[in-house]
C-alpha cells in the first residue's frame, strides 16, 4: 500500500558510504540547487572523480529521501525536512531562482483525496510551484 506520510516513516537506513556522505555534505552546504557536473566539479579534491560515482551517491541518496531532484532545473537539493523519499513539493522564484522545499502535509491529504476521487491510489508526487518568493515580490 502506498502511503503518502512518508514524513512517519521510519527513518530508513542511515549508514551512508564515504562518497554518499560527501554528495549529501556538500548539497546540504549549499544555497541552491546543484547539477551534477558541478558536484562532480566541486568534489574533484575529494577524490571523486568518475560521473559514476555522483550518479551512484545521487540515485542512493535521492531513494533514501536525503535529497529531491528539482525536475525543472535538472538539479539537486538537500532535503530540508526530516526524510521525504516518495512526497515533495517546492517553490522556485521565477525572478531570483530561489527553491524552498514546503512542508507538505496538508498538501499530501488534498492531493490523496483527489487521486481517491478518481478511483487510482498514488505511488510518488513531484510538485514545482512557481512563484514571487518574499524578496521578489515587495520589490
Ligand atoms: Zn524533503
Ligand atoms: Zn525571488
Known sequence: MASLKSHNKKEQDLSLTKNQKIVLNLLQNSSEPLKAYSILDS???????SPLQIYRALDKLEKLGKIHKIESKNS?????????????????????????ELKNN???DGVNELIKKNKMSITRYNLEFYVLCKNCKTN
Open 43 to 49: 568534489l574533484k579534491t575529494e577524490g571523486l572523480k
Open 76 to 100: 539537486f537539493i538537500a532535503c530540508s525536512n526530516s526524510n521525504c523519499a516518495r512526497n515533495t513539493a517546492f517553490t522556485i522564484c521565477e525572478s531570483c531562482g530561489n527553491v524552498k
Open 106 to 108: 496538508y498538501l499530501s
